[in-house]
């Protein structure tokens, strides 16, 4: 499976910004799916994810109560909506899906190419 992550951007403390992932080459519907992000010169930390069929939902502790993950399967596309943002939300996003649990970041063995996310203060 093949996924473009998209919708990054620059946004004030407290803004909010949508993220999309678009998957191709694949039956969307039979991955977990999830998203990762990587600040300068931390490693690559799990976000949220979504079971296959959008009936459950893994968070960081960093994000929950601020960011929503949610997937179409119609449209092939799994999403993160993120409200509150912090400047120490800002990282490079990446969306992952895996074969296996939608919770255990190490399952996730696909990877798309990463969407800067900059949150001034």
Known sequence: VQLQAS?????????????????SGGTFSS???????????????FVAGIHRGGGGTSYAGSV???????RDNDKNTVYLRMNSLKPEDTAVYYCAASKGSYAAPH???????????????
């Open 107 to 121: 399952h996730y063995e696909y990877w798309g190419q990463g969407t800067q996310v900059t949150v001034s203060s």
């Open 31 to 45: 991955y977990a799916m999830g998203w990762f992000r990587q600040a300068p010169g931390k490693e690559r930390a």
């Open 64 to 70: 929950k109560g601020r960011f929503t993950i949610s």
């Open 7 to 23: 919708g990054g951007g620059w946004v004030q403390a407290g803004g909010s910004l949508r993220l999309s992932c678009a998957a």
